[in-house]
């Protein structure tokens, strides 16, 4: 048997303050062997970018330290390396990609010179060397113009792009090995998809061993050789990744696998919730009709004046009391300035939004006044939405106040809250920074419900996070959904949820409704190739089907 590129032994990393050490990584061994793609899983706070930052020599504070084990790579130990013989480890050795690429690459420094610059360093290759190396790989990494994309800046690419740019940069002195952390999470699912795609093509190109950090089993299942479950610091079960997937041995691994939202495989046939409340003749809650919403983009004296972005464009859409309909699509498809023109925070071009009888456009005061009192929305990020100078209940109590409860009533109101999103009524004195992001966004839905909505409107509300707690959240809507009768429009890029949560589905593509119907129909006999693509894309946490990066063409009209 051949010795692992890189072998992790007993790794301890202990956080030392004023009291006592505290472990957060617990005697870890874990092994990477040449060319392969080991998946490193678990949820927020598990270890798996720490234990990554150790092997790195790159610990985010100077109270972490390593006490104890060992890193070897290639038969060196790590932790024993000096500073200077890490800092040629880095980048020459072992490359690294982070989530968030915008935060990690210089927006005042050309996406070429970015990656020339580590190819300088490291091979000691002249300017024009090294640009023409930077040509080569910003080509290798899917760049169609890479000689004239050398000179642009990262605020001039796509989100997909500048994570090609990212890993580029991290591939540009032909490490041995690559670790991905979190690569694809802000990403959609058909950028996601490509970004997968290439990470694999790269590895049989250039015999690239990867570590691929990720809260994704459908991920793990369609890229990694095996698989390192982590939880509380610890490696809990590692191991092939079909005898994992087809076996879990420990609780917290099935937990996991559990919570993944995979696609079903047939279809429903079930009848949908919405073609039972149209028996009844019920009127529409909401129609939407031939809705158009444009804004003018500043131009300049050399480009002969303002622009017009056509963000939605002839919209129609009727929501019966009681369904929950999925938005989903691409960035840049429009999904949030729909939902916003609907609730009257972003001004209608043309057409009109009707909120139970009351038109927005023709009666723009009354429909204002009637969304504040019965509709609210539910943010992507949980704790930016949140004020963090208040405490969960005098965010609530905020609420209540503004919608007119007698201040006698609000301690009790806030309790009632507090039990309708499963928090214990002592949150009501914390504070955001002292909550999980899954108990943040909980408070957001407490807060929502505050105003006793009829609509709700949740804008990528789980895409953050872990996919435990995204199947909290969505079990917690599907429940307040039965309980209350709400109306839930849920915008997501994250299908499988969709599939799952939603009665109907719209799919949208540059601001245009291109497809819509009952979840199972879309889902399972698409009549668009765009809406086929994007179901394709959805990593399936079976690792014997292939994934796919599809090539969006626009679709004809619907």
Same mark, same amino acid.
């Given at each position: $048997?051949?010795?692992?590129?890189?072998?992790?032994?007993?790794?301890?990393?202990?956080?030392?303050?004023?009291?006592?050490?505290?472990?957060?990584?617990?005697?870890?061994?874990?092994?990477?062997?040449?060319?392969?793609?080991?998946?490193?899983?678990?949820?927020?706070?598990?270890?798996?970018?720490?234990?990554?930052?150790?092997?790195?020599?790159?610990?985010?504070?100077?109270?972490?330290?390593?006490?104890?084990?060992?890193?070897?790579?290639?038969?060196?130990?790590?932790?024993?390396?000096?500073?200077?013989?890490?800092?040629?480890?880095?980048?020459?050795?072992?490359? $690294?990609?982070?989530?968030?690429?915008?935060?990690?690459?210089?927006?005042?420094?050309?996406?070429?010179?970015?990656?020339?610059?580590?190819?300088?360093?490291?091979?000691?290759?002249?300017?024009?060397?090294?640009?023409?190396?930077?040509?080569?790989?910003?080509?290798?990494?899917?760049? #169609?113009?890479?000689?004239?994309?050398?000179?642009?800046?990262?605020?001039?690419?796509?989100?997909?792009?500048?994570?090609?740019?990212?890993?580029?940069?991290?591939?540009?002195?032909?490490?041995?090995?690559?670790?991905?952390?979190?690569?694809?999470?802000?990403?959609?699912?058909?950028?996601?998809?490509?970004?997968?795609?290439?990470?694999?093509?790269?590895?049989?190109?250039?015999?690239?061993?990867?570590?691929?950090?990720?809260?994704?089993?459908?991920?793990?299942?369609?890229?990694?050789?095996?698989?390192?479950?982590?939880?509380?610091?610890?490696?809990?079960?590692?191991?092939?990744?079909?005898?994992?997937?087809?076996?879990?041995?420990?609780?917290?691994?099935?937990?996991?696998?559990?919570?993944?939202?995979?696609?079903?495989?047939?279809?429903?046939?079930?009848?949908?919730?919405?073609?039972?409340?149209?028996?009844?003749?019920?009127? #529409?809650?909401?129609?939407?009709?031939?809705?158009?919403?444009?804004?003018?983009?500043?131009?300049?004296?050399?480009?002969?004046?303002?622009?017009?972005?056509?963000?939605?464009?002839?919209?129609?859409?009727?929501?019966? #009391?009681?369904?929950?309909?999925?938005?989903?699509?691409?960035?840049?498809?429009?999904?949030?300035?729909?939902?916003?023109?609907?609730?009257?925070?972003? #001004?209608?071009?043309?057409?009109?939004?009707?909120?139970?009888?009351?038109?927005?456009?023709?009666?723009?005061?009354?429909?204002?006044?009637?969304?504040?009192?019965?509709?609210?929305?539910?943010?992507?990020?949980?704790?930016?939405?949140?004020?963090?100078?208040?405490?969960?209940?005098?965010?609530?109590?905020?609420?209540?106040?503004?919608?007119?409860?007698?201040?006698?009533?609000?301690?009790?109101?806030?309790?009632?809250?507090?039990?309708?999103?499963?928090?214990?009524?002592?949150?009501?004195?914390?504070?955001?920074?002292?909550?999980?992001?899954?108990?943040?966004?909980?408070?957001?839905?407490?807060?929502?419900?505050?105003?006793?909505?009829?609509?709700?409107?949740?804008?990528?509300?789980?895409?953050?996070?872990?996919?435990?707690?995204?199947?909290?959240? *969505?079990?917690?809507?599907?429940?307040?959904?039965?309980?209350?009768?709400?109306?839930?429009?849920?915008?997501?890029?994250?299908?499988?949820?969709?599939?799952?949560?939603?009665?109907?589905?719209?799919? $949208?593509?540059?601001?245009?409704?291109?497809?819509?119907?009952?979840?199972?129909? *879309?889902?399972?006999?698409?009549?668009?190739?765009?809406?086929?693509?994007?179901?394709?894309?959805?990593?399936?946490?079976?690792?014997?089907?292939?994934?796919?990066?599809?090539?969006?063409?626009?679709?004809?009209?619907?």
């Amino acid at each position: $048997m051949t010795a692992p590129l890189l072998s992790i032994r007993d790794l301890v990393v202990n956080f030392h303050d004023d009291v006592s050490p505290r472990t957060l990584i617990d005697h870890v061994s874990v092994d990477l062997a040449e060319g392969e793609i080991l998946g490193l899983v678990g949820e927020s706070g598990s270890g798996k970018s720490l234990l990554c930052r150790a092997v790195m020599g790159l610990l985010p504070s100077t109270k972490l330290s390593i006490d104890e084990g060992s890193v070897e790579l290639s038969g060196r130990d790590l932790v024993k390396a000096s500073s200077a013989e890490m800092l040629a480890v880095r980048g020459r050795e072992i490359g $690294m990609i982070f989530q968030n690429p915008s935060s990690h690459l210089d927006p005042v420094m050309k996406i070429g010179q970015q990656i020339a610059e580590g190819i300088r360093f490291h091979q000691g290759a002249t300017a024009s060397e090294a640009r023409e190396a930077a040509i080569a790989m910003l080509a290798q990494v899917g760049f #169609p113009d890479p000689k004239r994309q050398f000179n642009n800046y990262p605020h001039e690419f796509s989100g997909g792009m500048r994570q090609r740019a990212m890993i580029a940069a991290a591939l540009s002195c032909r490490p041995k090995i690559l670790i991905a952390d979190e690569p694809t999470t802000a990403l959609d699912v058909t950028i996601q998809a490509q970004i997968l795609e290439l990470i694999l093509d790269l590895r049989e190109r250039l015999g690239l061993s990867v570590i691929m950090i990720t809260h994704d089993l459908g991920i793990v299942a369609q890229t990694c050789d095996r698989i390192a479950v982590m939880r509380h610091g610890r490696l809990v079960e590692q191991g092939e990744k079909r005898q994992i997937l087809a076996a879990p041995k420990h609780d917290y691994t099935q937990m996991l696998i559990g919570s993944h939202p995979s696609l079903p495989a047939e279809e429903m046939t079930t009848p949908a919730a919405e073609e039972m409340t149209n028996c009844h003749k019920t009127k #529409p809650l909401l129609e939407i009709d031939d809705l158009h919403v444009r804004f003018d983009v500043g131009g300049s004296f050399f480009n002969g004046g303002s622009k017009v972005v056509h963000a939605v464009k002839g919209v129609s859409l009727q929501v019966m #009391p009681g369904n929950t309909i999925g938005i989903v699509g691409e960035s840049g498809s429009g999904k949030s300035t729909l939902a916003r023109a609907i609730l009257g925070l972003t #001004p209608l071009s043309s057409g009109h939004v009707t909120f139970d009888g009351v038109d927005l456009a023709q009666q723009p005061r009354q429909a204002v006044a009637k969304l504040r009192r019965e509709t609210a929305m539910v943010f992507q990020d949980p704790l930016n939405a949140l004020n963090p100078r208040m405490t969960v209940g005098e965010t609530l109590g905020e609420v209540l106040r503004f919608h007119g409860t007698p201040s006698a009533d609000i301690p009790g109101r806030i309790n009632e809250l507090l039990d309708l999103v499963h928090l214990g009524r002592e949150f009501a004195d914390r504070r955001p920074r002292s909550m999980s992001g899954g108990q943040c966004q909980r408070v957001g839905i407490a807060r929502a419900l505050a105003v006793n909505p009829r609509l709700i409107i949740a804008d990528e509300c789980v895409a953050a996070l872990d996919v435990t707690i995204q199947k909290q959240i *969505v079990d917690l809507f599907a429940e307040l959904k039965e309980r209350m009768n709400l109306t839930l429009l849920f915008i997501a890029h994250d299908l499988a949820i969709v599939r799952n949560l939603c009665e109907r589905v719209v799919v $949208m593509y540059h601001g245009e409704v291109v497809e819509e119907g009952r979840s199972a129909d *879309v889902f399972a006999r698409p009549q668009k190739a765009y809406t086929a693509a994007l179901i394709h894309a959805v990593p399936d946490i079976d690792p014997d089907k292939k994934l796919l990066a599809p090539k969006i063409a626009a679709p004809t009209a619907a």
